[in-house]
């Protein structure tokens, strides 16, 4: 009884890590922080205008010291459409930027480097300008979305969510309502799409009592629109997740397990629960539909992928739109082995993302509930981070060796023969013949996790 009680307060404490650092879930651009959603947006603006960017001015530093410089700036834009509060057709935004110096290491008086001079040469300069050139280009080529997300050039649309200063009052100055999401560059398509989205929410909220099941009717039409899906499908995801956390927290309270230790984490790692429509809010779960989660169903098996190597509406992982793996991580909830194909079929398509790997690996493994694929998906996921050219330790290779996995089926038509079985870790239970010890990089073992995973899932999809 004890163990079983020590497993469901473990299974909590898990899921609470996975929802507030869940790893399908697309990073925002201040690492650890939490992306903001179009709906929070909305809801914490008092003015939502579209927008073109001027120009930047920067005034004189306002402090200097040896590691850094702080610049006070200003963003000047002319505002065509207001969405949200008062007209107004310009707009001043002021800030300040920390610059950050790179401090040289220090160099003895008179110290010089055998075989080298301080006097660079006209060929040095003009070798280092060329490497210069083609080191910026390549970055151009690999990552220009990036560059166009990060940085504002005069003439380009704009989407800002606004509230005046409150320490001003309503003489207050406006300012951005978050500091990172709270100005989006929009591009023509981008734009098409955010727009009717907002004056749908100004409807929506126009009400006394806006109705659940308008919200989630409106979280659908942005999954279903490729350049809004990310808003619906994180919104869905971590109500999703905050309907698992309260699940277990009652499963635990219905055990009456309750330990000094057990009270210490839950205070620790869980926080105050979502208000009314804030993301996380777990009836956006409770009041999807069937006819919405066929929708959404069939919005990832009719997805368009991008091509390969192709970063898509700030998401960099290869062929992914922003909002696809969210997708992912929502439909396998009720997915049946249509999905697990199509997941399958995304998983052949690019497997050069470990991590994206993995979570694939544990949806398909979700859908279709079998202990030997959930088995291969852990060992792969333990192993994600590794770096493939790195060799695991011997400690590792002994606690891979083991593991206790679950028996497989008899039939092995298309799993690894015993020859191939030479080069890849065991996944099936019982006595494990014990194997001389192999030199494979962490690269080598995730390659044939990944074969033997695919071989399995056909299999079993084949028979479904």
């Given at each position: 009884?004890?163990?079983?009680?020590?497993?469901?307060?473990?299974?909590?404490?898990?899921?609470?890590?996975?929802?507030?650092?869940?790893?399908?879930?697309?990073?925002?651009?201040?690492?650890?922080?939490?992306?903001?959603?179009?709906?929070?947006?909305?809801?914490?603006s008092q003015f939502i205008y579209i927008g073109t960017f001027d120009r930047l001015e920067e005034g004189e530093p306002s402090e200097q010291t040896a590691g850094y410089t702080i610049v006070p700036?200003?963003?000047?834009?002319?505002?065509?459409?207001?969405?949200?509060?008062?007209?107004?057709?310009?707009?001043?935004?002021?800030?300040?930027?920390?610059?950050?110096?790179?401090?040289?290491?220090?160099?003895?008086?008179?110290?010089?480097?055998?075989?080298?001079?301080?006097?660079?040469?006209?060929?040095?300069?003009?070798?280092?300008?060329?490497?210069?050139?083609?080191?910026?280009?390549?970055?151009?080529?690999?990552?220009?979305?990036?560059?166009?997300?990060?940085?504002?050039?005069?003439?380009d649309s704009v989407l800002l969510f606004l509230n005046k200063d409150e320490d001003e009052g309503e003489e207050g100055e406006l300012e951005l309502v978050d500091y990172s999401d709270g100005l989006k560059k929009m591009t023509p398509e981008k734009l098409a799409a955010y727009e009717p989205r907002i004056r749908e929410l100004n409807e929506i909220f126009s009400k006394a009592e806006p109705s659940y099941s308008e919200i989630v009717a409106w979280i659908v039409r942005c999954a279903e629109d490729p350049q809004t899906r990310w808003e619906g499908t994180y919104e869905l995801l971590r109500s999703f997740q905050y309907l698992d956390l309260n699940a277990a927290r009652a499963k635990t309270a219905e055990e009456k397990f309750q330990t000094d230790q057990v009270e210490a984490d839950t205070k620790r790692y869980i926080p105050q629960p979502p208000k009314k429509f804030d993301t996380g809010d777990e009836n956006f779960a409770k009041e999807l539909t069937e006819g919405q989660k066929l929708l959404l169903t069939n919005m990832l098996l009719s997805r368009k992928r991008p091509k390969r190597n192709e970063s898509h509406s700030g998401d960099g992982t290869p062929g992914m739109n922003r909002g696809d793996r969210e997708l992912f991580d929502i439909v396998k909830r009720w997915g049946d082995p249509e999905v697990a194909t199509y997941l399958l079929d995304q998983l052949r398509y690019d497997s050069s993302d470990p991590n994206l790997n993995a979570d694939l690996m544990e949806s398909v493994s979700s859908i279709l509930a079998d202990d030997v694929l959930t088995e291969i998906a852990a060992q792969y996921s333990d192993v994600r981070w590794q770096s493939d050219a790195q060799v695991p330790d011997a400690a590792s290779v002994s606690a891979n060796e083991a593991r206790v996995n679950v028996e497989d089926e008899p039939a092995t038509a298309n799993l690894p023969t015993a020859e191939n079985a030479q080069t890849d870790p065991p996944v099936t239970v019982g006595e494990q013949k014990k194997e001389p010890a192999k030199t494979k990089t962490f690269g080598e073992i995730r390659a044939g996790l990944w074969k033997k995973f695919l071989a399995r899932a056909d299999r079993l999809i084949a028979k479904k």
């Open positions: 009884m004890f163990r079983s009680l020590l497993s469901c307060a473990s299974i909590f404490v898990l899921l609470v890590s996975t929802l507030f650092s869940p790893a399908s879930i697309s990073a925002s651009r201040c690492g650890e922080r939490m992306p903001v959603t179009l709906l929070s947006l909305y809801r914490s700036t200003k963003k000047y834009f002319t505002l065509s459409t207001s969405l949200k509060g008062e007209t107004k057709k310009m707009l001043v935004l002021g800030d300040s930027e920390y610059r950050f110096k790179e401090i040289q290491p220090a160099v003895d008086e008179g110290e010089e480097v055998a075989g080298e001079t301080e006097t660079e040469t006209t060929e040095d300069v003009a070798t280092a300008a060329s490497d210069a050139d083609e080191s910026e280009t390549a970055e151009n080529e690999a990552g220009a979305d990036e560059v166009d997300d990060a940085e504002l050039r005069p003439g």
